[in-house]
């Protein structure tokens, strides 16, 4: 049964590919009925993606257009190696990046003495997320000041290392680590309170 359940999984993911596949031909072909398909099967992924890093939706939905513009224009560059969604979420990520690039959001992220202490060795216990419902944790996340926001989904959530955040970002790579760990602190002084 296991295995039955596990060939079933990767015909889901191949059978998920072939049709991103097909779209994306479809696209380059300026199929409108295909362009439109895209832009809704992906708009409801990268939505989430988008308001996490600006943190408000009216900013998200411009980032969101502006992911959409890109990702049509850098179609042709797709060669179908590795995830389609995950190729489209690094193109929206960047864009939400340029945005908050553009309003240089970091110079203006709190300073470590206004936290009230060193966060550097706060660690979020599994107890303090245990009741936590993914709505919840994604509405903290959004609550965070700009600069702990971005550094934190960059590192947490997408998986790139300070040395990528700083180059991204254009800060020092003490920099990315220092935003994350006061990210990781506020954050943990927030669910201290929820849990109380």
Not at 158 to 170: D, N, P, T
Request: aromatic share 8%.
């Amino acid at each position: 049964m296991h295995i039955l359940h596990l060939m079933t999984e990767d015909n889901k993911i191949q059978a998920k590919s072939s049709h991103y596949l097909a779209l994306v031909g479809k696209c380059l072909n300026q199929d409108r009925r295909a362009q439109r398909e895209l832009y809704e099967i992906l708009s409801a992924k990268m939505f989430p993606v988008c308001l996490r890093y600006m943190g408000d939706r009216e900013k998200s939905k411009d980032v969101l257009q502006e992911g959409f513009i890109t990702l049509f224009s850098k179609l042709k560059e797709y060669r179908g190696e590795g995830s389609f969604e995950g190729w489209a979420r690094r193109i929206f990520v960047t864009a939400a990046l340029m945005a908050l690039r553009k309003s240089d959001v970091l110079s203006r992220s709190e300073p470590l003495e206004q936290q009230g202490k060193t966060t550097a060795r706060m660690v979020i216990e599994p107890k303090e997320t245990a009741s936590l419902d993914a709505e919840t944790l994604f509405e903290l996340i959004l609550s965070m000041p700009e600069g702990f926001r971005i550094v934190f989904n960059l590192y947490a959530v997408e998986g790139f290392s300070h040395k990528e955040i700083a180059q991204m970002l254009g800060l020092s790579e003490g920099a990315s680590r220092s935003q994350f760990s006061r990210a990781r602190g506020w954050l943990q002084e927030r669910l201290k309170k929820l849990n109380r």
